[in-house]
């Protein structure tokens, strides 16, 4: 079935809502979209209906992260990840640009009410932490409730001298600044 609705997405026939989303729009079928998320249900049939269905604008997004949003909505599975348009990728910079897609996608997911895209996220965003992203990655899980996600960063902060190097990056001074909290968390271990 997945496969058939993924089709029904790519080939586009009988959209009946579209979406603005950072200046792109993308087309989709609100029966779908509502039959999947409890926040589309309401933004698209509910009181909170969106004054016009023919565009709903969607904030704070990037429309890839919200193609791939999408993509789960009809298929039940992560798609691959987009590149972002700059072709001067190298190999670390395109790793690092995929994680911060799928960091996006779970803030998403939560945003949407899609719990499996969101555990499906905390699952991927599990297996890529390093030094430079653990702070980053630490704070997404405290911000949305992604146990799983946070004990998988304090396990990795405890291997070796992983929580030595984690600490002179952004991300921990990142972490510092929006979870004060979790660093007393680290401290108590």
Request: aromatic share 6%; net charge negative; hydrophobic share 40%.
């Given at each position: 079935?997945?496969?058939?609705l993924?089709?029904?997405l790519a080939?586009?026939?009988g959209?009946?809502?579209t979406?603005?989303?950072?200046?792109e729009t993308?087309a989709?079928?609100?029966?779908?979209?509502?039959?999947?998320s409890?926040?589309?249900?309401?933004?698209?049939?509910?009181?909170?209906?969106?004054?016009s269905?023919?565009?709903?604008?969607?904030e704070?997004?990037?429309?890839?992260?919200?193609?791939a949003?999408?993509?789960?909505?009809?298929s039940?599975s992560?798609?691959?990840?987009e590149h972002?348009?700059?072709?001067?990728?190298d190999?670390?910079?395109?790793?690092d640009?995929?994680?911060?897609?799928?960091?996006h996608?779970?803030v998403a997911a939560?945003?949407?009410?899609?719990?499996?895209l969101?555990?499906?996220?905390e699952?991927?965003?599990?297996?890529?932490?390093d030094?430079?992203?653990?702070?980053?990655v630490?704070?997404?899980?405290?911000q949305h409730?992604c146990?799983?996600l946070?004990k998988?960063?304090?396990k990795?902060?405890m291997?070796?001298?992983?929580?030595?190097?984690?600490?002179?990056?952004?991300g921990?001074?990142?972490?510092g600044?929006?979870?004060?909290?979790?660093?007393?968390e680290?401290?108590?271990?």
């Amino acid at each position: 079935m997945h496969l058939h609705l993924g089709r029904l997405l790519a080939g586009g026939d009988g959209t009946d809502v579209t979406f603005e989303v950072a200046g792109e729009t993308v087309a989709a079928h609100s029966y779908i979209l509502a039959a999947r998320s409890p926040v589309f249900m309401a933004q698209l049939f509910g009181p909170m209906k969106e004054k016009s269905m023919a565009c709903v604008r969607i904030e704070d997004m990037e429309a890839r992260v919200f193609r791939a949003l999408l993509h789960f909505v009809y298929s039940d599975s992560l798609p691959e990840i987009e590149h972002d348009d700059d072709n001067n990728y190298d190999e670390e910079e395109d790793v690092d640009d995929k994680i911060a897609v799928v960091q996006h996608l779970l803030v998403a997911a939560d945003r949407y009410g899609l719990d499996r895209l969101k555990l499906l996220s905390e699952h991927k965003l599990c297996s890529c932490i390093d030094t430079s992203n653990v702070g980053t990655v630490l704070a997404l899980a405290e911000q949305h409730g992604c146990n799983g996600l946070k004990k998988a960063c304090f396990k990795f902060l405890m291997l070796g001298s992983n929580l030595k190097e984690a600490v002179a990056t952004d991300g921990f001074q990142h972490l510092g600044d929006r979870c004060p909290s979790i660093l007393r968390e680290l401290l108590a271990l």
